[in-house]
């Protein structure tokens, strides 16, 4: 698919981006999340099927806060029923109230057992609610993938596309486990307490939430700075896989041409990248809580101060403190700086998130293929094809197609050939819809394929591509992988047998231990290239395909093989429409039509002998692979 123009265009994306990312790696300015509040508002729109949980959520949260509050109360209760007895013994009455002691210690125990059911349910439904919406996500994600089109995989790396979907995911959905329940426990928790401390002495109360102000100044200002390194982070983390993929799957290549070296240098330099973002990151949002621990460890101090001297000299404005109630307030104080700490905590976390979330919602809202055009119609046998004034480039400013006609009639084997970049590939590409004319059209017996079903006008065609792509199964599997989905069937072993002769496939799988069953490895490094190429050549067999698609189908494969492979193909492409795209001359010399491209241009056309006769541009090239050999 014009190789050079695609790649060469996706190491100017790369660099873009690596621009975006390099400075704020290093210093003090750098990128931050685009939009922060649109991000974190849509995240939560994806919470709304899970809302009746979520509200369960917080009726549980309410009650196990209101508990957990509430039990210092109770233990007030019973200091001051201790120290009043104590006082009424002192003064010759009857002494510590055990009734009264015995009930509250009651409570107090019924209190901290309902803290923990309530919090073993919440945190059941938290971790279902947000395996849920992650769930969801990730459909959501599939079904995008699936609609995408094939210019936004040649644009961005696979590494990048799997961090998005495994890496991001991942970070958001351990944000919403962990994180969710503790927001609403520390809202809740908050509130609960000040209400409680208010009640036993407000003017302490107030010392408490200037402590906390201080506690959100300074988490604001602390969050914001790590924001942009959160940002960063999950970037790098994609362009880090990114490499890693390559590196890994080309791993022959490199050491063929000792690039070891090199390819270590760039994953350190990557490595290095992600080391600075992330440190930064986690040890800006680190600071947050020995920063808090100050705060608190201040606010305690001076509640202890005033509350001791105030059980002795009296409170302001005439109000009476008791032991009681001054340690039913150290108690809340500390349990008021729990909430705080935890949403400073949570709060660089949800950066985090945020950063994550953001790059899942690109993902979400990237351009979809060209629907197709209203009314559909549907193929029978196609026959006729016809590319009509068709135009096209993969960048505006650079025409690779133009004013292209051809027709294609019943049974034809045309050969498409030219210099790299010529355009050969694009043909089939637009063919197939992988990519959509910029101008013209592109018909089948008259009907422009836009207005025919994608998945439908692929099932009438079989390609195989130069580059082999097998999965991790068995061999019978790779090869069942051509037949045609739409037909809801499956391909039977008979089918699947056959298809594997006519390519010449079965006599290598007889010479294996286990046959059809043997399993190709992640990689398909267990066997060679050239039994990669016939397998998917097996491929196009078993589909049946009306129209056929070559592209370098042979040139990997030994000489022997090739002539075989060429006889069969002739049976194949009996009474089919059938294009060959091949830079190797001898595949097509019995073609019915031969279409010479250049610069997305059709130069020359006619047949082998013909073309050699006009002594033009195919004549050169001809006589460059065959005559200069």
Not at 88 to 98: E, L, N, T
Not at 174 to 179: I, N
Not at 264 to 291: D, Y
Not at 428 to 436: D, Q
Request: hydrophobic letters at 45%.
């Amino acid at each position: 698919m014009a190789n050079e123009e695609l790649e060469k265009e996706k190491r100017e994306l790369e660099q873009k981006r690596r621009m975006r990312h390099s400075g704020s790696r290093f210093v003090g300015t750098g990128e931050k999340a685009n939009d922060f509040k649109g991000t974190l508002t849509r995240l939560l729109e994806l919470l709304k099927p899970q809302l009746p949980r979520i509200i369960l959520t917080v009726i549980l949260t309410v009650i196990y806060t209101v508990a957990t509050t509430y039990a210092p109360m109770k233990l007030a209760d019973m200091v001051n029923v201790i120290t009043s007895g104590v006082k009424s013994r002192q003064a010759g009455g009857g002494g510590i109230d055990f009734a009264a002691l015995r009930h509250a210690a009651m409570v107090v125990g019924l209190l901290y057992l309902l803290t923990v059911l309530c919090n073993l349910i919440q945190q059941f439904i938290m971790i279902d609610v947000s395996q849920h919406m992650v769930y969801d996500m990730r459909k959501r994600i599939d079904q995008k993938l699936k609609k995408l089109p094939i210019k936004y995989f040649d644009s961005h790396s696979r590494g990048d596309i799997l961090s998005r979907v495994a890496n991001d995911v991942e970070n958001i959905s351990m944000t919403l486990q962990m994180s969710m329940s503790q927001i609403i426990s520390a809202i809740i928790t908050l509130v609960s307490v000040l209400i409680f401390m208010f009640i036993l002495n407000w003017v302490l109360t107030l010392v408490s939430i200037l402590a906390i102000i201080l506690c959100f100044m300074l988490t604001r200002v602390i969050a914001s700075r790590a924001k942009q390194y959160f940002t960063t982070q999950w970037a790098s983390t994609g362009t880090l896989n990114g490499q890693i993929e390559e590196m890994y799957t080309g791993h022959t290549v490199v050491k063929l041409f000792g690039h070891q070296q090199a390819a270590m240098e760039n994953f350190t330099r990557e490595n290095e990248i992600l080391f600075q973002s992330s440190f930064k990151a986690a040890f800006i949002s680190g600071i947050i809580q020995p920063a808090m621990g100050v705060i608190n460890n201040l606010n305690y101090v001076v509640i202890c101060v005033l509350g001791g001297m105030w059980i002795v000299t009296g409170g302001p404005f005439g109000m009476t403190v008791l032991l009681g109630d001054l340690t039913a307030i150290i108690t809340y104080s500390r349990q008021l700086m729990m909430p705080i700490s935890s949403l400073a905590s949570i709060a660089s976390t949800i950066q985090s998130t945020v950063a994550s979330a953001e790059r899942v919602f690109e993902l979400l809202d990237e351009e979809e293929a060209m629907p197709d055009q209203e009314p559909l119609n549907h193929l029978e046998n196609p026959r006729v094809i016809s590319f009509e004034n068709v135009s096209f480039s993969y960048k505006p400013e650079a025409k690779l197609i133009e004013d292209l006609n051809i027709t294609v009639r019943p049974g034809e084997k045309v050969a498409i050939v030219g210099p790299t970049g010529a355009g050969k590939t694009t043909l089939v590409n637009l063919l197939m819809r992988f990519y959509e004319v910029d101008g013209g059209r592109i018909a089948i017996d008259g009907t422009d394929i836009r207005s025919i079903p994608r998945e439908e006008l692929r099932s009438h065609i079989g390609m195989v591509l130069q580059d082999v792509w097998l999965f991790s199964g068995s061999i019978r599997d790779n090869i069942a992988y051509g037949y045609n989905s739409l037909t809801g069937k499956e391909a039977t072993e008979d089918e699947i047998i056959a298809a594997a002769k006519m390519a010449y496939v079965d006599h290598f799988v007889q010479t294996l231990p286990q046959g059809y069953d043997t399993v190709i490895n992640d990689d398909a490094t267990n066997i060679s290239q050239g039994q990669k190429q016939l397998m998917t050549i097996a491929r196009a067999f078993l589909s049946n395909p009306s129209i056929l698609i070559l592209d370098e189908a042979t040139s990997s494969v030994d000489t022997r093989t090739e002539v075989l492979i060429q006889r069969a193909m002739q049976k194949l492409m009996e009474g089919r429409t059938s294009f060959v795209i091949a830079h190797r001359l001898s595949t097509i010399r019995d073609a019915d039509l031969i279409l010479v491209m250049n610069q997305g241009s059709i130069i020359e056309q006619g047949t082998h002998q013909q073309l050699l006769d006009q002594k033009g541009f195919y004549y050169d090239l001809y006589n460059s692979q065959f005559i200069g050999a």
